[in-house]
Nanobody, 123 residues
Framework: QVQLVESGGGLVQAGGSLRLSCAVS????????MGWFRQAPGKEREFVAA????????KYADSVKGRFTISRDNAKNSVYLQMNSLKPEDTAVYYC????????????????WGQGTQVTVSS
């Protein structure tokens, strides 16, 4: 069983930064592609970023490209999302997700999800 726990959310002013972390249980973390998604009130869950098991393939949503950076540390069973130049429209609950082998932009293709962490960006 794979369990994911996000942390690092909070309240920040526009232009500020936050770093989200996702700790993953299990001995086979290096086999899993990881994704970050977000969901704002009244909106559907949307893709933010994804990283392949080795970290060699990274994808971003256009809305965060150049501002957010996804990374992973397989020795620590963790994936991170560094968020810079935050905007009010980045306000959402952020979720990390895992699926075996290849990364995906589609939430329905991920098998495991964390509980989410709230990010609020004030203007």
């Amino acid at each position: 069983q794979v369990q994911l726990v996000e942390s690092g959310g909070g309240l920040v002013q526009a232009g500020g930064s936050l770093r989200l972390s996702c700790a993953v249980s299990g001995r086979t973390f290096s086999m899993y592609a990881m994704g970050w998604f977000r969901q704002a009130p009244g909106k559907e869950r949307e893709f933010v970023a994804a990283i392949s098991p080795s970290g060699g393939i990274i994808k971003y949503a256009d809305s965060v490209k150049g501002r957010f950076t996804i990374s992973r540390d397989n020795a620590k069973n963790s994936v991170y999302l560094q968020m810079n130049s935050l905007k009010p429209e980045d306000t959402a609950v952020y979720y990390c997700a895992a699926r075996k082998y290849s990364s995906s932009l589609f939430a329905y293709e991920y098998d495991y999800w964390g509980q989410g962490t709230q990010v609020t960006v004030s203007s």
